[in-house]
C-alpha cells in the first residue's frame, strides 16, 4: 500500500529525547536555573540530527469526528517535519513543532521547585512569554531531573483554554524518545465563548475552536541519525512508497 502525504498538523511539543542519563544531587540542583536546565534539555536532544517514527494516533475531540490514523512522521534538526499517511485526517492546530530554542528566545524560564511524577524527581519550571504577542499566556514545564526530557508541558492560551501535553519516554539505541504522548485541552465551564446554535448563529462569524477534547500518539519503529534528505521536507515533496 501506498503512503501518501497527509494534510495533518500534530499537537505539538513531540520532540524531546536524550542520550545521557545524569546523575541529579541536591548540591546540583541548587546550582541550576531555569535558563540552563533548558538549554541542557536542547543540548542532549540536538544529539538526535534526524529520526523516523511510526504513529498511531487516537483524538477525542468536542465537535469533531476524528478516525484513528496511522502515519510515517520524519524529522530533522533544527526543526524540518514530514507526515505520510494512508488516508487524510485533520487534527486540530494546538501548537507548532516545539522546539528548546524556540522556548528560549520567546520565554523566560524559573525554577520555581520540584514535583514527583511516577516515581520521577522533576523540575518545575515556569516559562513566561518576553513578547505579549505570544501565543500562550505562559508554560509550567515539568523536566526529568535524571534523564533531562519533558515529562509534562502545561500551556495557557489567550482563548481560556488550558492544554497540558504529558509524555511518556523509552531507551531507543541510547537516545530517550518518546513513546506515548497524550495531549488534552479544556476550559472553564460554558461561557460565552460556545459556538452559538445553528438559529442564533451570525453569517461570516468566526468557527470557534473545540473548547475540550485528548489526542494520544503512540509512537514506533524509530530509526534514528539515518542522514535523512533535505529535499523530503521541502513543500510538494513527491509520495513514498
Known amino acids: 500500500m501506498k503512503l501518501r502525504r497527509s494534510d495533518i498538523a500534530l499537537p505539538s511539543v513531540v520532540l524531546f ?59 530533522k534538526q533544527p526543526d524540518k517535519v514530514h507526515f505520510e499517511s494512508e488516508g487524510t485526517a485533520i487534527l ?8 528548546i530554542a524556540r522556548l528560549t528566545a520567546k520565554f523566560t524560564a524559573e525554577l520555581i521547585g520540584s514535583e514527583e511524577f511516577d516515581g520521577h524527581h522533576c523540575y518545575k519550571l515556569n516559562l513566561k512569554p518576553k513578547d505579549e504577542k505570544t501565543a500562550a499566556h505562559g508554560m509550567i514545564v515539568f523536566v526529568d531531573s535524571a534523564r533531562l526530557t519533558p515529562v509534562r508541558i502545561v500551556s495557557s492560551l489567550p482563548d481560556g483554554r488550558t492544554v497540558t501535553a504529558a509524555f511518556e519516554v523509552a531507551d531507543v539505541a541510547g537516545h530517550w524518545m518518546p513513546s506515548m504522548l497524550t495531549v488534552t485541552f479544556a ?31 503512540r509512537y514506533s519503529d524509530y530509526t534514528i541519525n539515518t542522514g535523512l534528505s533535505d529535499a523530503l521536507f521541502e513543500k510538494g515533496a513527491g509520495t513514498r512508497k
Do not use: W
Not at 41 to 67: G, Y
Open 17 to 75: 529525547g536524550a542520550a545521557l542519563l545524569l546523575c541529579a544531587s541536591e548540591s546540583m540542583a541548587q546550582s541550576r536555573n531555569g535558563e540552563s536546565i533548558l538549554r541542557e534539555v536542547e543540548k542532549r536532544f540536538s544529539l538526535v540530527q534526524d529520526f523516523t517514527a511510526t504513529l498511531d494516533v487516537v483524538a477525542d475531540i468536542e465537535r469533531l469526528n476524528v478516525p484513528p490514523m496511522h502515519a510515517r512522521m520524519y524529522f
Open 92 to 99: 486540530p492546530k494546538e501548537g507548532v513543532m516545539l522546539s
Open 187 to 217: 476550559t472553564q465551564a460554558a461561557d460565552s465563548s460556545d459556538v452559538l446554535p445553528p438559529e442564533q448563529e451570525v453569517p461570516g462569524s468566526r468557527r470557534q475552536p473545540p473548547r475540550k477534547g485528548s489526542v494520544t500518539i
